[in-house]
């Protein structure tokens, strides 16, 4: 990267003083004064700007040339250039998209004054925060050689009257998330461009003819299209023209081919990064391409979050000055090879989250300028010892895991590493049983990570004095014993502080950290009460799975960095205070599985960005309809299952407007299921079960548009900092289960164990995704909706125990998703369906309680209707193929009926047919009314040998 920076540097200099040889800028502000002219358009262009803090302050008097940002040339006094590049903008706030309104930022209207400013080579206004659209009179500047409007938050479509500027060497326009453009062949008149940044800038309309634009700038070293939302990757070009490409960044673009060939005719190429895509291909085809092709040129090669498989080769090693080699999150398999220790430049290789297998190469330990080992997430096997790490001096960050937990760090308990790290992160391999004291040596660590490690210890004293100068801590998922020391704060002679460090006070605190999880071990006792104030700083605490106990500590209220909140199945017990107002960030907060009491504090549900609140299966109480929420409620899931609230289904869930996911099972609301609930636009998950509800099923749940979405599941990408992840425990196919990850999939309806009555809506049967319906143990009537069969998404069906009647109905065949199925204890009657996935469920148990319904896999049969002895049925079979016969031969007289007229018009026609048709249609009368008569005979005969019978079961009776 180094070289890279050097290369860019000159690249820019040349760019700015070749273009203009004649002029030369003056950045020592000598000259006594300005051209006139020139110094009325920049008090111009400086009235149409706001500049609420003064940035351009110096702007007054008459030597513009000693202005703040301008140059003049020493030679003609001209002024050459603008660097109105505003740090302290950016540096104040500047959001994601670049559109920062703070009070550091330059913005306001541009003025065309600029324009006589005919010598201007270099304009630079980034780090801004403008809001217009690039003006279009830019395009006149004819001198100039150097253009940078990035981070500035130019708005809409580039103009196309850039592609005047001939002279321009350098474009930056990247980071302004509302700028696109349709087409790019205003670029092709840039032919002197050598630096071109257009990262973030919508291209989709663009997508399918850049690179033949591109391939017209011969003099291009530096592209860069990073998330300019392209489509294309042409695999083939008729000629390569970029041949002084050293830089190709193509980063998160929507690309899913294989790396084209034309890639490897690159042989200036320094830097290659396609990460974030979806580009496909063998690992193994592609560094044998790039090691014969790329003059042993490339640095950096960058294809992190792709779809590449394969192994990597031995050819690896012949890529000498490989400084740089990402290809995490891919589905590359195999060893490390050997070979690898022939790239003596390497300073990071990140290998993490793939498929990768064996033991690490000896060779490693070549790498001695080796800043960064990512191993993490793959499946690596045997042991890294000491005398692999004994070189590497240089590694400040190391990751590694094994996903197969077959993996051990061979290293002592007392070594002392030969480097300094400032990030470790070991996972799922031994390390344990004791926690490494050779952490203690490393002076630089801002954050560790050692999960599912096997740590088995008490929790050290040393390991919190360690903590104060930490970041990040997690030692979650290990066996750690022990407790929170009372105070979370040291006296100085513990911590060995040096004089210069005393000022402190006599009992520093964690002030640095901003991440803490000790999730999944077993500590014991309470938590500390001043941990509030010793952790100000927190962004993230978790404490779940562990066996503390007291009361939450209310210093917790102090924590106003707060966002996300986990103390989750411990033994807390006392009341839940009401200190949370000041907690404006707390995003997250879960509470669930502990021993609390009393009822909700109001300070809670009136946090602005509160999203996803847990307390369940806590004891829990009190009537939550006096309660409020924020007017704008950002709350997307609430589980207060498990608990004893009472009184009615809270009003105040109906301002809840992106409420997704709502539990509240076990509880002892009463009332009906409230109406406003069907206003829910993002409602997918409700269990209201096993409560004390009654009335009727709302006919207006059926527009719940949340069940009418199908989803389909898309892991977050491992690389995202910060995860969004939600849990609920579901009670589906009568077990309950955690959801984490596919929450978002779910689609449930769970009113079970209640009181309601009345039949079910049929409006229910609207709900096209519905996957989990549980209607069970009320007191439902009334017939099952005959357009159930519409729920076609449906796996999970239990309307048990209930008072339904009437049959099970035959559109239920097409609920061809269906695997668990209860209609037992109801009134249903009729045959059971017997096909489709009828036939897999073949549990009696699930139809029993019904004492009406009859089929497999009951043993009852249904019968046919059925009249007289043995006989009399062999009469009746005879007789009624007879009267099959017989339909079929008035059917077909009729038939004759009906066309007749169109023979008889015939027949009016052409006369010599008359003759032949009357004869032929007085012989099929005789033969029909021979036919009636023995039928008619054959009727009679049944009816006189019924009479006896009749009459003996008449006096009978």
Same mark, same amino acid.
């Given at each position: 990267?180094?070289?890279?920076?050097?290369?860019?540097?000159?690249?820019?200099?040349?760019?700015?003083?070749?273009?203009?040889?004649?002029?030369?800028?003056?950045?020592?502000?000598?000259?006594? $004064?300005?051209?006139?002219?020139?110094?009325?358009?920049?008090?111009?262009?400086?009235?149409?700007?706001?500049?609420?803090?003064?940035?351009?302050?110096?702007?007054?008097?008459?030597?513009?040339?000693?202005?703040?940002?301008?140059?003049?040339?020493?030679?003609?006094?001209?002024?050459?250039?603008?660097?109105?590049?505003?740090?302290?903008?950016?540096?104040?706030?500047?959001?994601?998209?670049?559109?920062?309104?703070?009070?550091?930022?330059?913005?306001?209207? !541009?003025?065309? +004054?600029?324009?006589?400013?005919?010598?201007?080579?270099?304009?630079?206004?980034?780090?801004?925060?403008?809001?217009?659209?690039?003006?279009?009179?830019?395009?006149?500047?004819?001198?100039?050689?150097?253009?940078?409007?990035?981070?500035?938050?130019?708005?809409? !479509?580039?103009?196309?009257?850039?592609?005047?500027?001939?002279?321009?060497?350098?474009?930056?326009?990247?980071?302004?998330?509302?700028?696109?453009?349709?087409? #790019?062949?205003?670029?092709?008149?840039?032919?002197?461009?050598?630096? #071109?940044? !257009?990262?973030?800038?919508?291209?989709?309309?663009?997508? %399918?003819?850049?690179?033949?634009?591109?391939?017209?700038?011969?003099?291009?070293?530096?592209?860069?299209?990073?998330?300019?939302?392209?489509?294309?990757?042409?695999?083939?070009?008729?000629?390569?023209?970029?041949?002084?490409?050293?830089?190709?960044?193509?980063?998160?673009?929507?690309?899913?081919?294989?790396?084209?060939?034309?890639?490897?005719?690159?042989?200036?190429?320094?830097?290659?990064?396609? +990460?974030?895509?979806?580009?496909?291909?063998?690992?193994?085809?592609?560094?044998?391409?790039?090691?014969?092709?790329?003059?042993?040129?490339?640095?950096?090669?960058?294809?992190?979050?792709?779809?590449?498989?394969?192994?990597?080769?031995?050819?690896?090693?012949?890529?000498?000055?490989?400084?740089?080699?990402?290809?995490?999150?891919?589905?590359?398999?195999?060893?490390?090879?050997?070979?690898?220790?022939?790239?003596?430049?390497?300073?990071?290789?990140? =290998?993490?989250?793939?498929?990768?297998?064996?033991?690490?190469?000896?060779?490693?330990?070549?790498?001695?300028?080796?800043?960064?080992?990512?191993?993490?997430?793959?499946?690596?096997?045997?042991?890294?010892?000491?005398?692999?790490?004994? +070189?590497?001096?240089?590694?400040?960050?190391?990751?590694?895991?094994?996903?197969?937990?077959?993996?051990?760090?061979?290293?002592?308990?007392?070594?002392?590493?030969?480097?300094? #790290?400032?990030?470790?992160?070991?996972?799922?391999?031994?390390?344990?049983?004791?926690?490494?004291?050779?952490?203690?040596?490393?002076?630089?660590?801002?954050?560790?990570?050692?999960?599912?490690?096997?740590?088995?210890?008490?929790? /050290?004293?040393?390991?919190?004095?360690?903590? =104060? *100068?930490?970041?990040?801590?997690?030692?979650?998922?290990?066996?750690?014993?022990?407790?929170?020391?009372?105070? #979370?704060?040291?006296?100085?002679?513990?911590?060995?502080?040096?004089?210069?460090?005393?000022?402190?006070?006599?009992?520093?605190?964690?002030?640095?950290?901003?991440?803490?999880?000790?999730?999944?071990?077993?500590?014991?006792?309470?938590?500390?009460?001043?941990?509030?104030?010793?952790?100000?700083?927190?962004?993230?605490?978790?404490? /779940? $799975?562990?066996?503390?106990?007291?009361?939450?500590?209310?210093?917790?209220?102090?924590?106003?960095?707060?966002?996300?909140?986990?103390? +989750?199945?411990?033994?807390?017990?006392?009341?839940?205070?009401?200190?949370?107002?000041?907690?404006?960030?707390?995003?997250?907060?879960?509470?669930?599985?502990?021993?609390?009491?009393?009822?909700?504090?109001?300070?809670?549900?009136?946090?602005?960005?509160? /999203?996803?609140?847990?307390?369940?299966?806590?004891?829990?109480?009190?009537?939550?309809?006096?309660?409020?929420?924020?007017?704008?409620?950002?709350?997307?899931?609430?589980?207060? $299952?498990?608990?004893?609230?009472?009184?009615?289904?809270?009003?105040?869930?109906?301002?809840?407007?992106?409420?997704?996911?709502?539990?509240?099972?076990?509880?002892?609301?009463?009332?009906?299921?409230?109406?406003?609930?069907?206003?829910?636009?993002?409602?997918?998950?409700?269990?209201?079960?096993?409560?004390?509800?009654?009335?009727?099923?709302?006919?207006?749940?059926?527009? =719940?548009?949340?069940?009418?979405?199908?989803?389909?599941?898309?892991?977050?990408?491992?690389?995202?900092?910060?995860?969004?992840?939600?849990?609920?425990?579901?009670?589906?196919?009568?077990?309950?289960?955690?959801? %984490?990850?596919?929450?978002?999939?779910?689609?449930?309806?769970?009113?079970?164990?209640?009181?309601?009555?009345?039949?079910?809506?049929?409006?229910?049967?609207?709900?096209?995704?519905?996957?989990?319906?549980?209607?069970?143990?009320?007191?439902?009537?009334?017939?099952?909706?005959?357009?159930?069969?519409?729920? *076609?998404?449906?796996?999970?069906?239990?309307?048990?125990?209930?008072?339904?009647?009437?049959?099970?109905?035959?559109? !239920?065949?097409?609920?061809?998703?269906?695997?668990?199925?209860?209609?037992?204890?109801?009134?249903?009657?009729?045959?059971?369906?017997?096909?489709?996935?009828?036939?897999?469920?073949?549990?009696?148990?699930?139809?029993?309680?019904?004492?009406?319904?009859?089929?497999?896999?009951?043993?009852?049969?249904?019968?046919?209707?059925?009249?007289?002895?043995?006989?009399?049925?062999?009469?009746?079979?005879?007789?009624?193929?007879?009267?099959?016969?017989?339909?079929?031969?008035?059917?077909?007289?009729?038939?004759?009926?009906?066309?007749?007229?169109?023979?008889?018009?015939?027949?009016?026609?052409?006369?010599?047919?008359?003759?032949?048709?009357?004869?032929?249609?007085?012989?099929?009368?005789?033969?029909?009314?021979?036919?009636?008569?023995?039928?008619?005979?054959?009727?009679?005969?049944?009816?006189?040998?019924?009479?006896?019978?009749?009459?003996?079961?008449?006096?009978?009776?």
């Amino acid at each position: 990267m180094k070289g890279i920076s050097i290369q860019l540097c000159s690249l820019i200099f040349l760019c700015l003083f070749s273009a203009t040889p004649t002029y030369e800028a003056n950045d020592n502000k000598t000259n006594t $004064g300005c051209i006139q002219i020139e110094r009325e358009a920049l008090i111009k262009f400086k009235e149409g700007l706001s500049d609420p803090s003064n940035f351009l302050s110096t702007w007054i008097g008459d030597n513009c040339c000693s202005w703040k940002g301008i140059s003049c040339s020493n030679k003609t006094g001209h002024v050459v250039k603008i660097e109105l590049q505003n740090i302290q903008c950016y540096e104040d706030g500047e959001d994601f998209y670049g559109t920062n309104k703070n009070s550091s930022c330059l913005g306001g209207e !541009m003025s065309p +004054s600029l324009l006589d400013l005919k010598y201007l080579n270099h304009l630079d206004l980034s780090l801004n925060s403008f809001h217009i659209p690039i003006p279009e009179f830019l395009g006149s500047l004819g001198m100039l050689s150097y253009l940078n409007l990035s981070h500035s938050a130019f708005t809409g !479509m580039i103009p196309q009257h850039l592609g005047n500027l001939s002279n321009l060497c350098y474009l930056d326009l990247t980071h302004s998330f509302s700028l696109y453009s349709n087409d #790019l062949y205003w670029l092709s008149s840039l032919t002197s461009l050598e630096y #071109l940044d !257009m990262e973030t800038v919508n291209l989709s309309l663009a997508s %399918t003819h850049w690179l033949q634009i591109i391939n017209l700038l011969p003099s291009l070293s530096e592209l860069h299209l990073a998330s300019c939302e392209l489509q294309n990757l042409p695999q083939s070009l008729s000629s390569v023209n970029f041949t002084s490409l050293s830089v190709l960044d193509l980063m998160d673009n929507s690309f899913d081919s294989p790396i084209p060939r034309w890639f490897f005719n690159l042989s200036t190429l320094v830097k290659l990064d396609l +990460s974030l895509n979806e580009i496909t291909g063998d690992i193994s085809e592609l560094i044998e391409d790039l090691s014969n092709s790329c003059n042993n040129s490339l640095e950096e090669l960058i294809l992190a979050d792709n779809h590449i498989s394969g192994h990597i080769p031995h050819s690896l090693g012949l890529l000498k000055k490989l400084k740089f080699l990402d290809l995490v999150v891919n589905y590359i398999s195999g060893p490390i090879p050997a070979s690898i220790g022939s790239l003596t430049n390497l300073e990071e290789l990140s =290998l993490s989250y793939n498929q990768m297998d064996g033991s690490l190469p000896e060779s490693i330990k070549k790498l001695t300028k080796l800043t960064r080992l990512h191993l993490f997430q793959n499946n690596w096997q045997g042991n890294l010892s000491e005398n692999q790490l004994q +070189s590497l001096t240089k590694l400040g960050y190391f990751a590694i895991s094994s996903s197969n937990k077959s993996f051990m760090l061979n290293i002592s308990h007392n070594w002392v590493p030969p480097f300094s #790290l400032r990030f470790i992160r070991i996972s799922d391999c031994l390390l344990g049983p004791k926690f490494p004291a050779w952490l203690k040596t490393q002076k630089q660590l801002s954050s560790v990570i050692l999960t599912n490690v096997g740590i088995s210890e008490e929790i /050290s004293n040393w390991i919190w004095i360690l903590s =104060l *100068r930490l970041m990040s801590c997690d030692f979650s998922n290990n066996q750690i014993r022990g407790g929170f020391p009372h105070s #979370l704060e040291y006296p100085l002679d513990d911590l060995h502080l040096s004089s210069s460090n005393r000022s402190m006070g006599s009992y520093p605190s964690l002030n640095n950290m901003y991440y803490l999880n000790l999730a999944g071990n077993l500590l014991s006792g309470p938590i500390p009460v001043n941990i509030g104030q010793a952790m100000a700083t927190l962004a993230r605490l978790n404490l /779940s $799975g562990n066996f503390l106990s007291g009361p939450i500590p209310s210093s917790i209220g102090k924590m106003r960095l707060l966002f996300s909140l986990d103390l +989750s199945n411990n033994k807390l017990s006392g009341k839940i205070q009401d200190n949370w107002r000041d907690l404006q960030a707390l995003y997250t907060l879960d509470l669930s599985m502990n021993d609390l009491c009393g009822t909700i504090p109001g300070s809670i549900l009136l946090l602005p960005r509160l /999203s996803k609140l847990r307390l369940n299966a806590n004891n829990l109480s009190g009537d939550l309809s006096t309660l409020k929420v924020n007017n704008r409620s950002l709350l997307t899931l609430l589980d207060l $299952g498990e608990n004893r609230f009472s009184g009615n289904v809270p009003k105040w869930l109906g301002e809840c407007s992106i409420l997704k996911e709502l539990r509240l099972r076990a509880n002892i609301f009463n009332g009906s299921i409230p109406e406003h609930l069907c206003d829910h636009v993002y409602l997918h998950t409700v269990d209201i079960a096993a409560n004390n509800l009654s009335g009727a099923i709302p006919a207006c749940l059926g527009n =719940l548009r949340g069940f009418n979405r199908v989803l389909t599941y898309s892991p977050e990408s491992p690389l995202l900092l910060v995860k969004d992840i939600s849990e609920m425990d579901l009670i589906v196919k009568g077990r309950q289960m955690a959801y %984490t990850s596919i929450l978002e999939l779910v689609n449930i309806m769970d009113f079970s164990s209640n009181m309601l009555s009345g039949e079910i809506p049929k409006e229910i049967t609207r709900l096209s995704a519905l996957g989990t319906l549980n209607l069970s143990r009320n007191q439902l009537t009334g017939n099952i909706p005959g357009e159930i069969g519409k729920l *076609r998404r449906l796996e999970t069906l239990d309307l048990s125990h209930n008072h339904l009647s009437g049959p099970i109905p035959q559109s !239920m065949t097409s609920m061809t998703l269906l695997n668990y199925l209860n209609l037992s204890y109801n009134n249903l009657s009729g045959p059971i369906p017997s096909t489709n996935q009828f036939l897999t469920f073949n549990d009696p148990s699930i139809y029993e309680g019904n004492a009406e319904l009859c089929g497999t896999p009951l043993p009852s049969k249904c019968h046919e209707p059925n009249t007289g002895n043995a006989e009399d049925q062999g009469n009746n079979t005879a007789d009624n193929e007879d009267d099959i016969k017989f339909g079929f031969f008035i059917s077909m007289v009729l038939g004759f009926v009906f066309g007749f007229w169109a023979v008889f018009g015939s027949l009016q026609i052409y006369e010599p047919w008359r003759p032949t048709l009357f004869h032929y249609v007085d012989n099929m009368k005789n033969w029909i009314l021979l036919v009636f008569a023995l039928k008619m005979a054959r009727v009679r005969r049944r009816l006189r040998d019924l009479r006896p019978a009749r009459d003996a079961s008449t006096s009978q009776q």
